[in-house]
């Protein structure tokens, strides 16, 4: 996908419409899984910046149950950064061996000796030091400082971006430099700033053990409540979307806009998937083709006269091309027209008080200004 494409895709979707309410429900949902539920791993519940910062490098690119062993061999043989800056290269690849990606030993190996060069051999403190150490990263850097020293980081891994594109039932990618921005400022919008390091560690927790990728346990899952995507295998199986990946499908929408006198018929659209929450007119979507004719003939009975029809602009997302058309029909009946709830009848003049998804919103704009 073109950067611009994913650019269109993050600056329509807002970063969240959660009222603090509910971001203070998902927190604490959250974090009290974690006390009962979450892993325990040998470098839970300590606050050794150094001890967090090699479990963290480890894990990189390492199974938990793989790197436990490698974790335990290494803090005994360097159970501080001191006698870490002081190893032998071969020594430190010949406890690494195995684990494979070598370039996170020496890496750690050259940010230790960094460590006691720039910092007398104390872990440093702050974000800008942390962040400047050979082979740590953003993730590293926000695992270690939140965890550490409680600093309002957010980590933002594979765990972070499936956890919250499914809760969200976010569509924007994870693999373009906006997508990865848009996820960064989501993350720092769920955090518990508060409890920073527990929040992270929870966050990672919920990736791996309940929201997996292919098997993702709803059930179970502490947050279910306020996720989008819960019990939703298509979303969850296609969340979160990888932009090189996407195979984009076309889809097509017919609008009714019914027009009774001065009126016109809305529904407001439920809360999931795309422009959730807003207005529109009364739709069908469907792949393949819009509908025929004789269909739209048929759709509202005799009283419901279909006087024009209007193609607007494709709409695209993600993996997704919108077709759209809008029918316009018009009330010839000698009552008024009546439809049930959801459907509601609202003055023509009043439409602008109403949001509608962009391409409806320009269709309104141009036909009833
Ligand atoms: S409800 Fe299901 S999809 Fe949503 S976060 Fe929990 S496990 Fe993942």
Redesign the pocket.
């Known amino acids: 996908m073109a950067s611009k494409e994913v650019n269109n895709v993050c600056e329509e979707r807002e970063h969240s419409q959660r009222t603090e309410g509910e971001l203070s429900l998902f927190r604490s949902k959250l974090l009290k899984w974690f006390d009962n539920h979450g892993r325990i791993l040998p470098w839970r519940g300590i606050a050794d910046p150094y001890k967090i910062w090699v479990s963290e490098i480890i894990l990189q690119q390492t199974q938990v149950v793989q790197g436990w062993d490698y974790y335990h061999r290494f803090i005994s043989a360097y159970p501080n950064v001191q006698s870490l800056a002081e190893a032998k290269e071969e020594e430190v690849l010949l406890l690494w061996q195995g684990l494979g990606y070598y370039s996170r030993a020496l890496n750690m190996l050259t940010a230790a000796r960094q460590v006691v060069e720039l910092y007398g051999g104390i872990f440093p403190r702050e974000e800008r030091d942390v962040a400047s150490l050979k082979g740590v990263g953003p993730y590293t850097t926000a695992a270690i400082m939140s965890i550490a020293y409680n600093a309002p980081l957010a980590v933002v891994d594979g765990n972070v971006y499936r956890?919250l594109s499914?809760?969200e039932g976010c569509e924007v990618p994870i693999d373009t430099t906006p997508g990865q921005k848009f996820y960064r400022t989501l993350a720092e919008i769920f955090l518990d700033r508060e409890k920073a390091g527990k929040y992270n560690q929870a966050m990672m927790d919920?990736g791996a053990m309940?929201?997996t990728p292919s098997t993702?346990?709803?059930p179970e899952?502490p947050?279910?409540e306020l996720?989008l995507?819960?019990?939703n295998l298509e979303l969850?199986q296609l969340l979160p979307i990888k932009a090189k990946r996407v195979a984009v499908e076309d889809r097509y929408i017919d609008y009714f806009l019914l027009l009774d006198g001065d009126s016109l018929w809305v529904e407001r659209r439920d809360k999931k998937g795309i422009w959730k929450g807003l207005y529109q007119f009364p739709m069908q979507e469907q792949k393949g083709r819009f509908l025929t004719e004789r269909q739209l003939n048929e759709r509202y009975g005799e009283d419901w006269k279909l006087v024009e029809t209007t193609d607007l602009p494709d709409h695209r997302l993600t993996h997704r091309q919108l077709h759209i058309r809008v029918h316009t029909y018009q009330w010839q009946g000698e009552l008024s027209s009546a439809f049930e709830s959801p459907l509601e009848q609202i003055a023509i003049s009043d439409h602008h008080l109403y949001a509608f998804p962009k391409p409806l919103r320009a269709f309104l704009n141009s036909h009833f200004s």
Do not use: H, N, T
């Open positions: 956890v499914r809760v919920l309940i929201c993702p346990q709803c899952c947050v279910a996720c995507s819960r019990d969850q």
